[in-house]
């Protein structure tokens, strides 16, 4: 059974909308705790996400950022804003869809069912999970997982493109303007310390799934995926 997260304000809307969708086979959850909806996001696990635009503290453009750095599950905002420019702002920070209230509840199910066929099902192997094996490590490179065995940890949209870049060059240096450009569309744009800090990440996530491989540094040239022996 596919899992729905409703990101809203409104009880009573939220409420509504979830015994409308729980009548079509979902399993519906409604977010209480809005100040802490990253932590909401990674108990639940959602497999399609319903977010409102105006909420309290972040707004939902903020919300939809923070859980595209983690994850690329559908995400439809249903809001009270009905310029083309908000619609225009929730595509362009990662929304799927955009219905506007007041909604007709059949049109909500349909678009929920078009974004988890398209995600899940019969339409699913044009975005089929790609998946990047290095002896026990497993990338999962759209649900930003790292795997070692049993230990897995969630990466960023960066974390993913630059690990990615690594294994599937092992055990090649890769230059540092090769990382910069593979990364960003304009190394020139991109501070000095950037690559490292996103360096560090990589190398932090690796030992916290207690990897036989790390990140070393190559003197003058840039960085290569060693395994420990």
Known sequence: MYKIMIIEDDITIAESLSAYIEKYN???????????????????????????????????????REIRNISSLPII??????????????MDNG???????????????AKINANI?????????????????????????????????????????KEVELLSLFIENHPKVISREELLRALWDDEMFVEENTLNVNITRIRKRLTEV???????SVRGVGYRLVEVE
């Open 95 to 109: 929304a799927d869809d955009y219905i506007v209230k007041p909604f007709v509840l059949d049109v909500v199910i």
């Open 77 to 90: 905002f249903i809001s009270a804003r009905t310029g083309d420019l908000e619609q225009i702002y929730a």
């Open 26 to 64: 979902y399993e519906v959850f409604i977010v209480r705790q809005l100040e802490k909806i990253m932590d909401e996001f990674n108990e639940y696990k959602p497999d399609l996400i319903l977010l409102d635009v105006n909420l309290p503290i972040y707004d939902g453009f903020f919300w939809c």
């Open 210 to 216: 207690d990897a036989r491989f790390l990140i070393e």
């Open 117 to 157: 066929r398209r995600a899940y099902g019969d339409y699913s192997n044009l975005t089929k999970e790609r998946i990047l094996n290095l002896k026990d490590l497993s990338l999962y490179c759209e649900a930003f997982i790292l795997k070692n065995r049993d230990r897995e940890v969630r990466l960023t949209k």
